[in-house]
């Protein structure tokens, strides 16, 4: 891709209405802009970023053996009043009417549509357990939508939903989802601690929370110091196998939010206790047949009996953690993708456009690098040097190749790294073979 071409519209200033760095970094980079008071529309680089958040946790989700469909956004406020959920939800709830008069809203979550559609398809035990997922819009009318995507009123989810016929069942299932998190969060370069959190409006006995350390984070944390050097990405996974020793390991030091702050625990810790700000990036609940028994969705069992699927729900907030990663990685000059969500791998600088040589070398590399199967943003514009390094530094690409008329002489172009800043002049050949790693 070549930036003269490229719809980037960066800014030079800081905008007024940010108050957090991934805010002000995702409006100044270019990757979205408000249309509304808490609803954005990502632009090309923001979406190329979400759509990779989006790649890795549908991995992992298909990885633990959830299955992925897709719901609508807008459904029936019957499903709702069924679940006893329509009143109580409040003004958070989107309520819209269609033209025949009839209630409808736009899902803030889709406990009562899974089961919906789970009560008129499944109807035996043998058909269980599942879990199904889906990623998708959803709309919560927050009394203060703030921070740009880290609390915007439509935004995008991951939620899963599992069907088991006994606690045990469902306890498994639990437990797949609580390790596709940990790892999730991982491979996005985040480290997310689960903590004992409340059950809000979703209800239910069990439920984590999974939040990742932050100053501008909303939620005040407390947890052990030794979750910081735990590692999953360090053990061998096996969804197929019991994963409870995994999660006893995650679960059994102290770590909870202040909705579940308990003076005497935090206070045993001592020196050990870390009491933090952090960011919700994914939450998971158990909470048995409440929404099974509220919408009568049974299947019959064995021995032809009527049985009331155990459930639980898991979100992710998707279009959350592009701010939340930013939040973690950044200095200040920019954003610094992880290698793992980067938008491009590799920003290419020719630092003076229209020189023949330095034209012929930038557009020599760029296909060199895109057949190697890299994504490269060249940028050619006819702008001086500072402002090129500048922006690329602002869009924090993992690689910048800077290729200067010097360089291009003497036979060697300069690479950097945007997370350490080591720069180094190499040949061509070295530099691809570092870059393709
Ligand atoms: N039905 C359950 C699980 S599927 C549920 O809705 N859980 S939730 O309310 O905790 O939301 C799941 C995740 O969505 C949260 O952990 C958070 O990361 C994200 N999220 C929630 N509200 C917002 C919001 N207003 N803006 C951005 N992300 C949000």
Not at 14 to 28: C, F, G, K, N, V
Not at 203 to 219: D, M, N, Q, Y
Not at 229 to 239: A, G, I, K, R, S
Not at 256 to 264: I, L, P, R, S
Request: proline letters at 3%.
């Amino acid at each position: 891709m070549r930036l003269s071409e490229y719809y980037l519209p960066i800014l030079k200033e800081d905008p007024a209405e940010a108050q957090i760095t991934s805010h002000r970094l995702m409006l100044r980079a270019g990757l979205i802009r408000q249309t509304s008071a808490g609803i954005y529309t990502w632009l090309p680089i923001g979406l190329r970023v979400l759509r990779r958040v989006e790649d890795i946790v549908r991995k992992e989700q298909d990885a633990a053996g959830a299955q992925e469909l897709l719901m609508p956004t807008i459904q029936s406020a019957d499903l709702w009043k069924e679940s006893g959920r329509y009143d109580g939800y409040g003004r958070e709830m989107l309520r819209i009417t269609d033209r025949h008069e009839r209630e409808m809203l736009f899902g803030p979550t889709n406990e009562e549509l899974i089961t919906d559609v789970f009560r008129q398809t499944v109807r035996s035990y043998r058909d269980l357990s599942k879990i199904l997922y889906h990623i998708q819009w959803k709309f919560r009318d927050e009394v203060r939508p703030r921070f740009g995507v880290m609390r915007g009123r439509e935004f995008l989810m991951k939620d899963s939903y599992s069907f088991d016929i006994d606690f045990e069942g469902a306890q498994r299932s639990y437990n797949k989802m609580f390790v596709s998190y940990l790892r999730t969060f991982a491979k996005l370069g985040l480290k997310a601690i689960p903590m004992q959190a409340d059950t809000g409006p979703i209800g239910g006995e069990l439920s984590h929370e999974f939040i990742i350390l932050a100053e501008t984070g909303e939620s005040e944390v407390y947890c052990h110091k030794d979750y910081l050097t735990y590692d999953v990405l360090m053990e061998e996974t096996n969804y197929s196998e019991d994963l409870s020793e995994t999660v006893k390991k995650w679960t059994a030091l102290y770590a909870a939010t202040d909705e579940k702050y308990n003076e005497k625990k935090a206070n045993q810790l001592k020196d050990k206790l870390i009491s933090a700000r952090g960011i919700e990036v994914g939450h998971i609940f158990y909470f048995g047949t409440k929404y099974s028994k509220a919408m009568e969705a049974t299947i019959t069992g064995p021995g032809g009996e009527i049985i009331y699927p155990e459930m639980g729900s898991y979100g992710i907030g998707v279009s959350r953690l592009v701010g939340a990663i930013i939040e973690a990685s950044h200095d200040e000059s920019g954003i610094i993708w992880p290698e793992s969500v980067a938008p491009f791998q590799v920003g290419l600088i020719n630092v003076r456009s229209g020189d023949t040589d330095c034209d012929n070398a930038s557009n020599d590399l760029l296909s060199k690098l895109k057949n190697a199967g890299l994504d490269v943003l060249l940028d050619d514009r006819d702008e001086r040097a500072g402002s090129k390094f500048a922006t690329m530094d602002l869009i924090g690409l993992p690689w910048q190749v800077i290729i200067g008329p010097r360089g291009i002489k003497n036979g060697y172009i300069e690479i950097k790294k945007r997370d350490t800043g080591e720069r180094e002049d190499i040949s061509v050949d070295a530099a691809l073979s570092i870059i393709c790693g």
